[in-house]
């Protein structure tokens, strides 16, 4: 007698049919497989073979491009990327220009954007003040996404003699301050001394030192460095140099000073203040003191 198979219900015939019982089993399984086989017919050049459902032999014919793949006319030039604007929401993203690189941006469609680096081998400017008239500057609320910082100063000028500036970090004026410096006089070393750059008696490892005139070659001019400002589990290294021409003795001066904060605490903090002396951070028109993050 007739049975169906497992897998799709056609009912074929068996060896112990008669023959009429067989003949019309056989034409309803050839007319179970023509109804199950019909969703594979026709179909255009180029067209895809895609499921319409979880159901069995549930099939449609689509382009090679269809609504569930990433479309070919996304993209259109050399060079476009692919992103999403939402989940399952491919989109385009033109290419950049010569130099840029990508960077994740929240506010772009994409989450995506091109931009182009900061200018000083991965320097980006935190902020910057003019030293006019200042006996101390504070730069303060530092972001920690930064590797470094670094403070740079140029055309600036005591505007009295004999008075000495110095750094702090997070305010701090204790003794956790530890460095050694060497201080050139001309061309000949003349000392080697170990000193905290918060001690008012420090004279010999300044911030700019004692240079007083407004002449441009007069002028200071210094970079200072810490390292692993944000870590809040290591102490804080850092250098700088500082160079000026002594309109007293009519010599260049320069102080190398190497040295670490101890603390563990994330630098937020960064100011520069007055030592000793009753002068005030000065500069020449168009000259700042500027704090970048070094990535």
Same mark, same amino acid.
């Given at each position: 007698?007739?049975?169906?198979?497992?897998?799709?219900?056609?009912?074929?015939? %068996?060896?112990?049919?008669?023959?009429?019982?067989?003949?019309?089993?056989?034409?309803?399984?050839? !007319?179970?497989?023509?109804?199950?086989?019909?969703?594979?017919?026709?179909?255009?050049?180029? $067209? +895809?073979?895609?499921?319409?459902?979880?159901?069995?032999?549930?099939?449609?014919?689509? @382009? $090679?491009?269809?609504?569930?793949?990433? $479309?070919?006319?996304?993209? !259109?030039?050399?060079?476009?990327?692919?992103?999403?604007?939402?989940?399952?929401?491919?989109?385009?993203?033109?290419?950049?220009?010569? =130099?840029?690189?990508?960077? @994740?941006?929240?506010?772009?469609?994409?989450?995506? @954007?091109?931009?182009?680096?900061?200018?000083?081998?991965?320097?980006?400017?935190?902020?910057?003040?003019?030293?006019?008239?200042?006996?101390?500057?504070?730069?303060?609320?530092?972001?920690?996404?930064?590797?470094?910082?670094?403070? $740079?100063?140029?055309?600036?000028?005591?505007? @009295?003699?004999?008075?000495?500036?110095?750094?702090?970090?997070?305010? !701090?004026?204790?003794?956790?301050?530890?460095?050694?410096?060497?201080?050139?006089?001309?061309?000949?070393? +003349? =000392?080697?001394?170990?000193?905290?750059?918060?001690?008012? #008696?420090?004279?010999?490892?300044?911030?700019?030192?004692?240079? #007083?005139?407004? %002449?441009?070659?007069?002028?200071?001019?210094?970079?200072?460095?810490?390292?692993?400002?944000?870590?809040?589990?290591?102490?804080?290294?850092?250098?700088?140099?500082?160079?000026?021409?002594?309109?007293?003795?009519?010599?260049?001066?320069?102080?190398?000073?190497?040295?670490?904060?101890?603390? %563990?605490?994330? +630098? %937020? !903090?960064?100011?520069?203040?007055?030592?000793?002396?009753?002068?005030?951070?000065?500069?020449?028109?168009?000259?700042?003191?500027?704090?970048?993050? +070094?990535?």
């Amino acid at each position: 007698m007739a049975t169906t198979t497992p897998n799709f219900g056609w009912v074929v015939p %068996t060896s112990t049919d008669l023959v009429k019982n067989g003949a019309t089993a056989i034409e309803t399984l050839g !007319d179970s497989i023509d109804a199950s086989m019909a969703e594979l017919k026709g179909g255009t050049t180029g $067209q +895809v073979l895609s499921k319409t459902s979880n159901t069995d032999m549930d099939f449609t014919w689509v @382009a $090679q491009d269809d609504s569930n793949a990433i $479309q070919n006319t996304i993209v !259109d030039a050399k060079g476009d990327l692919i992103g999403a604007t939402a989940a399952d929401t491919p989109a385009r993203l033109a290419v950049g220009t010569n =130099g840029q690189v990508l960077t @994740a941006d929240s506010t772009a469609g994409t989450g995506l @954007a091109w931009t182009t680096p900061s200018s000083g081998g991965g320097l980006t400017l935190i902020t910057e003040t003019v030293a006019s008239a200042n006996s101390s500057i504070d730069f303060s609320s530092i972001s920690g996404s930064y590797t470094n910082l670094q403070l $740079q100063w140029t055309g600036v000028y005591h505007s @009295a003699t004999g008075s000495n500036f110095g750094f702090r970090l997070n305010s !701090d004026s204790g003794s956790n301050y530890n460095e050694t410096y060497t201080y050139l006089e001309g061309t000949a070393p +003349v =000392g080697v001394a170990i000193y905290g750059l918060n001690q008012t #008696s420090m004279g010999q490892v300044p911030f700019g030192n004692s240079a #007083s005139s407004t %002449t441009a070659n007069q002028t200071v001019m210094g970079v200072l460095n810490v390292y692993n400002y944000a870590s809040t589990s290591k102490v804080k290294k850092y250098d700088m140099t500082t160079f000026y021409y002594s309109n007293n003795n009519s010599r260049y001066n320069s102080f190398t000073v190497s040295g670490y904060w101890n603390s %563990t605490s994330a +630098v %937020t !903090d960064l100011g520069i203040f007055r030592a000793a002396g009753t002068a005030t951070l000065s500069n020449l028109s168009n000259t700042s003191i500027r704090l970048y993050g +070094v990535k």
